[in-house]
Nanobody, 115 residues
Framework: VQLVESGGGLVQAGGSLRLSCAASTQTFSSLDMGWFRQGPGKDREFVARINWSGGRTDYVDSVKGRFTIYRDNRKDTVYLQMNSLKPEDTGVYYC?????????WGQGTQVSVSS
């Protein structure tokens, strides 16, 4: 399974970005998907996950109400809509896939939020 993220960039605080993660696999619809991030000088942390059907989502408390994870199983793609971005959201965002644990990882996309 190969995962390719896109959509990162530089945005001002309060702005929005949408990250995409395209998967090259015929089993995408059976995989749970997730987003993680690693800020400067920090450990990688969980951000959001969505189950194989899209019927269940989970978020880290710091992004609840601002970020939305969703998927399109026809396009083998998972998205992370990020609104009301804050400088502390800055980091490299990684897509992950796997059931029950995340075994596959993308290379990451940089998100930078200026104050």
């Amino acid at each position: 399974v190969q995962l390719v993220e896109s959509g990162g960039g530089l945005v001002q605080a309060g702005g929005s970005l949408r990250l995409s993660c395209a998967a090259s696999t015929q089993t995408f619809s059976s995989l749970d998907m997730g987003w993680f991030r690693q800020g400067p000088g920090k450990d990688r942390e969980f951000v959001a996950r969505i189950n194989w059907s899209g019927g269940r989502t989970d978020y880290v408390d710091s992004v609840k109400g601002r970020f939305t994870i969703y998927r399109d199983n026809r396009k083998d793609t998972v998205y992370l809509q990020m609104n009301s971005l804050k400088p502390e959201d800055t980091g490299v965002y990684y897509c992950a896939a796997g059931t029950p644990s995340f075994r596959y990882w993308g290379q990451g996309t940089q998100v930078s939020v200026s104050s």
